[in-house]
């Protein structure tokens, strides 16, 4: 038992170290939409949402609260800045496991890559 | 085995009583099946009382418990390039708590280890009491990751029914006199009932068993 765990600590190092070697693609954390701090990359495309109201994620439409596009303020309005993980997580991916507990299809709930990439689509 | 069975069961199954068959996709569902598996040996462990019945056994299984977590992250940051993100500086408190409870677990193990334990500890009893309250602080942190990483424990009332079992646990005390003598497990046991525990959590989430 010693042993393997020995094993499993090392290929945990290892992992730490240099990442997964089966990965197609790894998240790189920059400077996206403006942002002061590094922060990783999110994918999104509108031709996924076409069933979603416009307004239900573009709020500022009807809140007057700017008409930047939506990550322009999320990211370096210090009001909201900080709470971009928690915030999007929770929006993106409630809304995904709502959809998922109804059985419907639905974006990803939980594997962190499959949002975490540049977003390459319109 | 068979407590290790009811823990296994009562901690995975806390995890469907509400909706069942929400999967996040095989590889994610089995690793946090695992996750939850640790979080069964760890409290299978910590029972009042349990330790004294046999010294060797509790130490050998808490080799095993320590490779399912370590499996557990393994997994996790094999099958999930962008996991490694958040196990990083700004990575949510929950990762942390995670991470300290696995590195609180090896120093207490490594505590508990002769001759260590007999150096910085005066006496038995001082051993005791810090190998207790080091192992309620490693449940409550690995209780928090898995709390607040969310998903599978979603109501209420299983966050309810999570601090009941944690509180019978680690302040039950004479509540678990009652046990009869066990039949011992073994590390092998422990890690293949985890490994099958995993698969079976996974299975019912994306199959819709």
Redesign the interface.
Same mark, same amino acid.
């Given at each position: 038992m010693k042993t393997l765990l020995v094993l499993l600590t090392l290929i945990v190092v290892w992992l730490l170290t240099y990442g997964t070697p089966f990965a197609s693609a790894y998240p790189e954390k920059a400077h996206y939409y403006g942002s002061p701090e590094v922060i990783l990359p999110m994918t999104f495309a509108h031709g996924d949402h076409t069933e979603t109201r416009c307004m239900d994620c573009h709020h500022n439409f009807v809140d007057d609260t700017g008409g930047e596009p939506c990550m322009h303020c999320h990211v370096s309005d210090t009001s909201v800045s900080g709470l971009l993980e928690p915030q999007f997580h929770d929006f993106c991916r409630g809304c995904h496991e709502k959809e998922a507990a109804a059985g419907k299809v639905s974006g990803p709930v939980r594997q962190c890559i499959a949002c975490h990439l540049s977003d390459l689509r319109p | 085995m068979q407590l290790l069975a009811v823990f296994l069961l009562v901690v995975l199954g806390l995890t469907f009583l509400a909706?069942p068959t929400?999967g996040?996709?095989w590889a994610?569902d089995a690793d946090n099946g695992l996750g939850f598996a640790a979080l069964a040996g760890l409290l299978y462990l910590s029972i009042p009382g349990i330790a004294r019945r046999d010294v060797r056994a509790h130490q050998?299984l808490s080799?095993?418990v $320590?490779?399912v977590i370590?499996?557990h992250?393994?997994w996790f $940051?094999?099958?999930?390039?962008?996991?490694?993100?958040?196990?990083k500086p700004g990575a949510?408190a929950y990762m942390w708590t995670g991470l300290l409870s696995v590195l609180l677990l090896f120093v207490l193990m490594m505590l508990a280890q002769m001759p260590t334990r007999a150096r910085v500890h005066r006496s038995y009893g001082v051993f005791r009491y810090w190998h207790r309250v080091l192992g309620a602080a490693v449940v409550l942190l690995s209780a928090h990751h898995v709390v607040f990483s969310g998903?599978y424990l979603r109501n209420g009332w299983q966050l309810a029914a999570l601090a009941t079992l944690l509180l019978l646990v680690l302040a039950g005390g004479g509540l678990w006199r009652w046990l009869p003598p066990l039949r011992r497990s073994t590390?092998v046991t422990l890690l293949s009932m985890s490994l099958l525990a995993a698969l079976a959590f996974s299975a019912i989430r994306n199959l819709g068993l």
């Amino acid at each position: 038992m010693k042993t393997l765990l020995v094993l499993l600590t090392l290929i945990v190092v290892w992992l730490l170290t240099y990442g997964t070697p089966f990965a197609s693609a790894y998240p790189e954390k920059a400077h996206y939409y403006g942002s002061p701090e590094v922060i990783l990359p999110m994918t999104f495309a509108h031709g996924d949402h076409t069933e979603t109201r416009c307004m239900d994620c573009h709020h500022n439409f009807v809140d007057d609260t700017g008409g930047e596009p939506c990550m322009h303020c999320h990211v370096s309005d210090t009001s909201v800045s900080g709470l971009l993980e928690p915030q999007f997580h929770d929006f993106c991916r409630g809304c995904h496991e709502k959809e998922a507990a109804a059985g419907k299809v639905s974006g990803p709930v939980r594997q962190c890559i499959a949002c975490h990439l540049s977003d390459l689509r319109p | 085995m068979q407590l290790l069975a009811v823990f296994l069961l009562v901690v995975l199954g806390l995890t469907f009583l509400a909706v069942p068959t929400f999967g996040a996709g095989w590889a994610w569902d089995a690793d946090n099946g695992l996750g939850f598996a640790a979080l069964a040996g760890l409290l299978y462990l910590s029972i009042p009382g349990i330790a004294r019945r046999d010294v060797r056994a509790h130490q050998r299984l808490s080799y095993a418990v $320590l490779a399912v977590i370590l499996l557990h992250a393994l997994w996790f $940051l094999l099958a999930d390039p962008a996991a490694l993100e958040y196990i990083k500086p700004g990575a949510p408190a929950y990762m942390w708590t995670g991470l300290l409870s696995v590195l609180l677990l090896f120093v207490l193990m490594m505590l508990a280890q002769m001759p260590t334990r007999a150096r910085v500890h005066r006496s038995y009893g001082v051993f005791r009491y810090w190998h207790r309250v080091l192992g309620a602080a490693v449940v409550l942190l690995s209780a928090h990751h898995v709390v607040f990483s969310g998903y599978y424990l979603r109501n209420g009332w299983q966050l309810a029914a999570l601090a009941t079992l944690l509180l019978l646990v680690l302040a039950g005390g004479g509540l678990w006199r009652w046990l009869p003598p066990l039949r011992r497990s073994t590390p092998v046991t422990l890690l293949s009932m985890s490994l099958l525990a995993a698969l079976a959590f996974s299975a019912i989430r994306n199959l819709g068993l």
